[in-house]
């Protein structure tokens, strides 16, 4: 190849001889055997531990795979005991499920064995421990019309003051609950103060709003 000098010269680059392009081969021929030489020497030297690597990554990708198997028969096992226990409607199917399952799935077969059998055992361990927020707050509001009537208002404001927050998804039921706790008791002022939480809220659902509006 012409160097920039030559170019800027106009030089042609001289062309190499026969002596030379055998001197360049024997060099890379060189060149190829030391390296040659070095891979085989590291690979001898090492060779323990790239066994055991490649063995490791063996062993991490079969697990990966039968775990992801596993995981997969797991879910399609209790998908299929789900659906058994509820054409059965089998609430101790049901209430065995929730204990072998896990989140949301768990909760659901928790809440509609209760809805079978009336169980309220059942709503109060969803409420203290069930795994997704939806559940615990939907069992909750289920304790308060169960057993609201022999609460206080100031009980049962306390009961569902971890609802009072927009990421419950039954935030203004809980709102309206209370504020009816309140008005059943005769504390106008304290039920006006949900009332208005309520109606000055623009997010708040219409029917929810409403109902709002016609007890303020």
């Known amino acids: 190849m012409a160097t ?34 070095k891979t085989v020497q590291f690979v001898k030297k090492y060779s323990r531990h790239i066994l055991a690597g490649a063995l490791a990554v063996l062993i991490v990708a079969t697990a990966f795979q039968i775990g992801m198997r596993t995981y997969h028969a797991n879910k399609v096992a209790t998908a299929v005991a789900y659906e058994t226990a509820i054409e059965n409607v089998d609430a101790n199917a049901l209430a065995a499920l929730a204990d072998n399952a896990s989140g949301a799935t768990a909760d659901l077969a928790l809440f509609q064995s209760y809805l079978l059998d009336n169980d309220v055992t059942k709503l109060e361990q969803l409420a203290k421990s069930g795994n997704t927020r939806d559940f615990r707050d939907l069992a909750k509001l289920h304790i308060v019309g169960l057993q609201g009537d022999e609460m206080s208002a100031s009980d049962v404001e306390k009961y569902l003051s971890d609802l009072d927050t927009d990421a419950s998804p039954f935030c203004y039921t809980a709102r309206l609950t209370i504020a009816q706790k309140y008005l059943s008791v005769g504390d106008k002022a304290n039920a006006d103060k949900w009332l208005d939480k309520i109606i000055n809220d623009k997010n708040a659902p219409a029917v929810i709003s409403g109902n709002a509006q016609m007890l303020r």
């Open 4 to 37: 920039m000098l030559e170019r800027n010269k106009n030089v042609k680059p001289t062309k190499k001889t026969y002596a030379e392009h055998a001197q360049d081969a024997l060099y890379r021929e060189v060149w190829e055997d030391v390296n040659n030489e």
